[in-house]
């Protein structure tokens, strides 16, 4: 089956630091690849997704190559800021049968970004 | 535009008891997905709902369920419930094209709390 696995935290980090999430996943086929954002209060937004290999994926100076040989999607991004802080989950969606199955996320990762 | 409504935000039930939630997707969306977020599983895919039949499922017993109206609202509904139920249940609006790159939206959740 499909499944995603991504470092859980929190991660805390000084504004402007680099970050970097690491996200694997294992599924069969060719998936689609997506982060997803979820602020205090709100729902989940997509932030960013890359559907074939090699893909780049990109928003809001968050980046995520589809690596298909390391089975990995690690969102990274240069300079955080505070308003940054808040839980991000990898998810993969695959075919199934003609149409499409449910997203499969990984467990989230808090990220708090201090002052 | 309106974004995806969910009613009511919060719950609290005891346990053996039934509820239900729902959710308005957003103006000529047909899909709507549901999904449950639990700190321990995070979040997994309960079902999806077009054009008032379900579509796909996830790996939920059958004391989950759900229905969708001809307007595309949706209800889901937990019957007998489990200390485990406690979760914030989000649901997902798409226009439904069985595509595996839609973009969902999704809405700010119901949060269940069973005592």
């Known amino acids: 089956g499909n499944s995603v696995t991504q470092m859980e935290g929190p991660v805390t980090l000084s504004e402007e630091a680099f970050l970097t999430i690491n996200c694997t996943y294992t599924?069969?086929?060719?998936?689609?690849l997506f982060w997803y954002v979820q602020y205090p209060g709100e729902g989940l937004q997509l932030l960013l997704k890359?559907?074939?290999?090699?893909d780049k994926g990109s928003n809001k100076g968050f980046e995520a190559t589809y690596r298909k040989e390391t089975t990995s999607f690690h969102l990274e991004k240069g300079s955080v800021q505070v308003s940054d802080s808040a839980v991000y989950f990898c998810?993969?969606?695959?075919?199934?049968?003609?149409?499409?199955?449910?997203?499969?996320f990984g467990k989230g990762t808090h990220l708090i970004i201090q002052p | 535009k309106a974004g995806v409504t969910q009613t009511p935000r919060y719950l609290i039930k005891t346990r053996g008891q039934q509820v239900t939630l729902s959710c308005s997707p957003i103006?000529?969306?047909?899909?709507v997905s549901w999904y449950q977020q639990t700190p321990g599983q995070g979040l997994q895919f309960l079902f999806e709902?077009?054009?008032?039949?379900?579509?796909n499922k996830g790996n939920f017993p059958g004391r989950f369920s759900g229905r969708q109206f001809s307007n595309s609202r949706s209800e889901m509904n937990v019957s007998t419930l489990e200390l485990g139920d406690s979760a914030l249940y989000l649901c997902?609006?798409?226009?439904?094209?069985?595509?595996?790159?839609?973009?969902?939206?999704f809405g700010s959740g119901t949060q269940l709390s069973v005592l």
């Open positions: 599924a069969t086929g060719y998936p689609s």
């Open positions: 998810a993969l969606r695959n075919k199934l049968g003609g149409g499409a199955d449910g997203l499969t």
């Open positions: 709902y077009f054009s008032e039949t379900q579509r």
């Open positions: 103006s000529g969306h047909r899909s």
């Open positions: 890359a559907t074939k290999a090699d």
């Open positions: 997902a609006s798409s226009l439904g094209d069985r595509d595996i790159n839609e973009k969902l939206f």
